[in-house]
């Protein structure tokens, strides 16, 4: 047996042994496991789950092990992910900082900073939000407003961040903020980490009408922040936030992956509310709830082929672009088919006439508008892949 193989029996014989099988299941909604300063959890079983994965380094598998990481290399982090998804286990905990900001610190932070924020990160007890979206800089970010000025040996800043995910409830914020005002857009921009408790920092949750929003705005006032939470060189901000917003769309492209609470399986769902379709309108509905089961099975492999190439040292940049944008509106889609099966069971909202399940998936639909916005609208995403990955002019 090589070492790989060796790898992979210790591994699959401790999350046997570590993982409860309560955790070996899709997670319900409510019942994800965020890093934070008073992490909470559904059950004592995700609380052992969290911890155990905690205290392996396995949270950020890849990182080194002197920030907390797993030490593990390419080939055996391969490895630790496939064996988590063979078991189907649950992410022990869901962590922006560690999807987003954390590899960016790993390729443009001090050693300091590195020390200080990606160790907290690594044992869950940070919970991050970003803040780049702002109320007249969305899809043009390049506009943003918020300001940082220069005072010594801080930076004051003033402005708002719109829909910043969780921001209520978020310990730390990695935002980009305009440090010079009379540079070009894209080169005047910074990239600063601050904590949600500074004083001057408030936030406002936004109502969505799902019912149930992550989203809020986010305000500074006269918010000081010491020059030491600067990420990258002063005015470099944008070539950071780029690499960023990389590896979003990489997060973002794994969620089937992960089975999150907005994940249906599509054909035990046909099966239950339309058990023997009758006439051509039901059978053309099953037909098209095969064929969206078909792409999200093929849009899975090949998330599990970019990962491969990944490791292998090829640019997939262009490819996580187009992941970000299939799974979204895929998911959109996939909801679109799931409302017609169900029929008149996907109107309910909060009556006790409807399952949880079926008010979750009505839900679930809504929010799927919001999945081809974050994290880079579909419109934008399509542009990126027309001028990056496909090399098209710009229309004149």
């Known amino acids: 047996m090589n070492a790989i193989e060796q790898f992979r029996a210790h591994t699959r014989s401790w999350l046997h042994e570590n993982c409860p099988p309560s955790q070996r299941q899709a997670i319900p909604e ?83 900073q590195k020390k200080t924020l990606l160790t907290p990160m690594a044992r869950g007890q940070v919970r991050w939000c970003q803040g780049f979206s702002e109320p007249n800089a969305g899809s043009d970010l390049a506009s943003l407003k918020t300001s940082a000025l220069d005072a010594g040996d801080h930076f004051v800043v003033n402005g708002s961040k719109i829909w910043t995910s969780y921001g209520d409830k978020s310990d730390w914020m ?17 990239l600063i980490v601050l904590d949600m408790n500074s004083p001057g920092v408030s936030v406002a949750p936004i109502d969505l009408i799902s019912g149930k929003s992550a989203f809020c705005q986010v305000f500074f006032d006269n918010v000081q922040v010491p020059k030491s939470q600067l990420i990258g060189p002063l005015n470099g901000g944008w070539n950071l936030a780029k690499r960023l917003l990389q590896h979003e769309r990489t997060a973002m492209s794994k969620f089937g992956e992960f089975s999150l609470p907005t994940h249906f399986h599509l054909l035990p769902l046909v099966q239950a509310y339309m058990p023997a379709p009758q006439g051509q309108a039901q059978h053309a509905i099953v037909a098209r709830a095969v064929a969206s089961a078909m792409n999200e099975h093929a849009y899975n492999l090949t998330v599990q082929r970019m990962g491969e190439e990944a490791r292998a040292g090829h640019d997939v940049s262009g ?3 187009i992941m970000k944008l299939v799974h979204t509106e895929q998911e959109r889609d996939k909801f679109e088919v799931l409302l017609d099966i169900m029929g008149h069971h996907a109107l309910g909202w909060d009556n006790d006439a409807f399952s949880a399940q079926q008010q979750a998936i009505t839900r679930g639909w809504l929010n799927s508008f919001a999945l081809t916005i974050s994290g880079g609208a579909s419109q934008i995403q399509l542009n990126v892949i027309a001028k990056r990955v496909l090399g098209l002019p710009d229309v004149k």
């Open 30 to 112: 409510g019942e994800l496991v965020w890093g934070a300063r008073q992490v909470t959890f559904p059950g004592e079983d995700a609380r052992l789950w969290f911890e155990r994965m905690r205290d392996k380094g396995w949270f950020c598998p890849d990182w080194p092990v002197e920030y907390g990481g797993g030490g593990l290399n390419p080939e055996h982090n391969a490895v630790l992910e496939s064996e988590l998804r063979r078991l189907k286990c649950r992410p022990a905990q869901i962590n922006l900082g560690i999807w987003m900001l954390g590899p960016v610190l790993l390729e443009f932070g001090t050693e300091e």
């Open 174 to 190: 990695y935002a980009l903020v305009r440090t010079d005002v009379t540079a070009s857009k894209h080169a005047g921009i910074s």
């Open 319 to 321: 490819l996580m672009s």
